[in-house]
T-cell receptor, first 109, second 118 residues
């Protein structure tokens, strides 16, 4: 069956460093994937979309890569700030988005 | 347009009661989705509409769950005979699809309805 896996452990990093989150998938060939940010008690907020024929996408301090050979997406936040602390969700295309469990990121001053 | 609106934000109900949630999507969006999210998990897809047509409902959790989108505008999600296991956050999202169903943008989610069944 289709499976999406994100780092189950929370990621703690120091302010100013680059945070890298991983999303792996199996039994799946998505046409695109998306990354979302979710704060406690709120709905997810869309960040980036990348298609299968794109290797990399950037938006301000965010960068997403999509490796269809490794079946993996990496999500980077450069020059991280405490305000970046949240849960980050990856989601793959289907007739509707299929989400991973999310990875919690904590950026400390 | 202020985004996707969900009502109520919180609902506490007794086991066995029926509950109905409402979602008002972004007016320009032609697709509307319902998800359920429990603590520590990602959103779990339930059903979606394109305009007024419900295109996928096999992932609704049981026959106690039903959704409608009359006239392709707002949508309602109803849970009949609620059980404690139904306690969760119910999220609504909307999106716009381009020519041939192409997705160029992400979903816009509402803030959700938190259901507690006691």
């Amino acid at each position: 069956s289709q499976k999406i896996e994100q780092n189950s452990e929370a990621l703690n990093i120091q302010e100013g460093k680059t945070a890298t989150l991983t999303c792996n998938y199996t039994n799946y060939s998505p046409a695109y994937l998306q990354w979302y940010r979710q704060d406690p008690g709120r709905g997810p907020v869309f960040l980036l979309l990348i298609r299968e024929n794109e290797k990399e996408k950037r938006k301000e301090r965010l960068k997403v890569t999509f490796d269809t050979t490794l079946k993996q997406s990496l999500f980077h936040i450069t020059a991280s700030q405490p305000a970046d602390s949240a849960t980050y969700l990856c989601a793959f295309s289907g007739y509707a988005l299929n989400f991973g469990k999310g990875t919690s990121l904590l950026v400390t001053p | 347009d202020t985004g996707v609106s969900q009502d109520p934000r919180h609902k506490i109900t007794k086991r066995g009661q029926n509950v109905t949630f409402r979602c008002d999507p972004i007016s320009e969006h032609n697709r509307l989705y319902w998800y359920r999210q429990t603590l520590g998990q990602g959103p779990e897809f339930l059903t979606y509409f394109q305009n007024e047509a419900q295109l996928e409902k096999s992932r609704l959790l049981s026959d106690r769950f039903s959704a409608e989108r009359p006239k392709g505008s707002f949508s309602t999600l109803e849970i009949q005979r609620t059980e404690q296991g139904d306690s969760a956050m119910y999220l609504c999202a909307s999106s716009h699809t381009g020519t041939g169903g192409r997705i160029d943008y992400g979903y816009t989610f509402g803030s959700g309805t938190r259901l507690t069944v006691v």
